[in-house]
């Protein structure tokens, strides 16, 4: 006959921050997951600078500060520790979508973007030399593709996948898990509306909307956009449906339905 051994009480996380932590335990199966978790949270919102880092995030000196237990505990916890990172986000999700003041409508903006941090050594996963746009130049880094569910009166991140260059593959874009950063964004878009995420508009920068591959599996998976393109793009429009080829059934209040993108007939 199996026993049931009773979950050992966990410190809990200060003030208000405990009853949110509490709704993710049952998902992380020990003491120290849980415990950790409470710990990243904290760290996060905590008014420290450079709350990226490890250190910081334990509350532990800079660069000193790296072997300090609670330091090793969290790097264990977010890198070793084997909790699933897609059902703690689900559950986030989850949370966003039931609470009244942040529940997403279909009046929203889906926000797609990616983002790169600067990495110094070379055998890091997802690593290569990438485009920083925040940094206005190519460096060694790992970008990330990220989507953000947003109104006028509040934004949250809904998704993010790292993007893996094309070196990291034996067989470079020819192999088959290889997968462009537009092609991640298109996944995403759908993932977001799977996840019951409503919104009027994917909306994102000219490094996607100058991609016609990008708006084009947009388009057949009937989701609308709003995308920059840059000036050196060449678009058209047949004289009688004269719109911007950026924008695809938006319906804005004052705005007439704009025609399918470029490429896309």
């Known amino acids: 006959m199996a026993v049931m051994t009773a979950r050992c009480p966990c410190p809990p996380a200060p003030g208000p921050l405990e009853y949110y932590a509490a709704g993710f335990d049952d998902l992380l199966d020990s003491l120290a997951q849980r415990r950790g978790f409470r710990q990243y949270l904290t760290g996060l919102l905590a008014p420290r600078e450079r709350n990226k880092t490890l250190t910081c995030l334990a509350g532990a000196e800079p660069v000193a500060g790296a072997q300090h237990p609670a330091v090793q505990r969290l790097q264990f916890f977010l890198s070793e520790s084997p909790w699933e990172h897609e059902r ?18 279909a009046g ?34 790992v970008v990330t ?57 994917a909306v994102a920068d000219g490094a996607y909307g100058d991609v016609d591959d ?37 319906g804005w209040p004052g705005t007439a339905p704009a025609g399918p993108a470029t490429g896309c007939r």
């Not at 070196?167 to 991640?184: A, L, N, Q, S, V």
């Not at 947009?218 to 956009?225: E, K, N, R, S």
């Open 214 to 250: 990008f708006r084009c599996e947009l388009h057949a998976a009937d989701v609308p956009f709003v995308m920059a393109i840059r000036r050196r793009r060449g678009v058209w429009a047949y004289a009688h449906e004269a719109h911007t080829p950026s924008t695809r059934h938006c």
């Open 88 to 105: 703690v986000n689900a559950r986030r999700l989850e949370r966003l979508r039931e609470d009244p003041r942040t529940a997403p409508h």
């Open 145 to 201: 593709v990220t989507t953000l569910w947003a109104d006028e009166n509040l934004h949250y991140p809904l998704h993010a996948v790292p993007y893996t260059p094309a070196h990291h593959f034996e067989r470079g874009r020819g192999e088959p898990g290889f997968r462009t950063k537009w092609r991640i964004a298109a996944a995403l878009a759908r993932q977001a509306r799977a996840a019951g995420f409503p919104f009027r508009a």
């Open 108 to 141: 929203g903006v889906l926000v797609i973007d990616d983002s790169g941090d600067p990495k110094d050594g070379t055998a890091i996963a997802h690593v290569g030399r990438q485009w920083l746009g925040r940094y206005g130049k190519t460096d060694n880094s």
